[in-house]
């Protein structure tokens, strides 16, 4: 039987500029799932948000998957794999008055 563990990382919170998730420790994950729920978008808001890989959740570069910009409210996902031991998101959020109101969960898989 596979185990498996969802996390949520961001619960019902509004930005408005640029952050990145609190690091996840998922070594023992062999796949994982991002999934992104925008509840409310304002200001013309536009997130883009990509992976990143740390070895020690201290230090941290781009893992190479990126989600499609997001714009308006929804539910958004990607898969990650072979990420060694600790992910994040890395956010960018611009537009004239930006707000975006956002569920961030991460699922993962042995």
């Given at each position: 039987m596979r185990r498996?563990?969802?996390?949520?990382?961001e619960r019902s919170a509004t930005f408005d500029g640029s952050f990145a998730t609190e690091p996840y420790e998922c070594a023992w994950a062999s796949e994982a799932r991002w999934?992104?729920?925008?509840m409310d978008v304002d200001g013309g808001a536009l997130l883009r948000a990509s992976v990143q890989v740390s070895p020690d959740g201290l230090f941290w570069c781009d893992e190479g998957t990126i989600f499609p910009d997001i714009r308006?409210?929804?539910l958004y996902s990607l898969p990650v794999r072979e990420f060694g031991g600790w992910l994040?998101?890395?956010?960018?959020?611009?537009?004239?008055?930006?707000a975006?109101?956002?569920?961030?969960?991460l699922a993962l898989k042995e």
């Open positions: 498996s563990h969802t996390a949520v990382i999934f992104i729920r925008v308006e409210p929804g994040r998101l890395d956010c960018t959020i611009s537009g004239a008055n930006p975006i109101k956002l569920m961030i969960t």
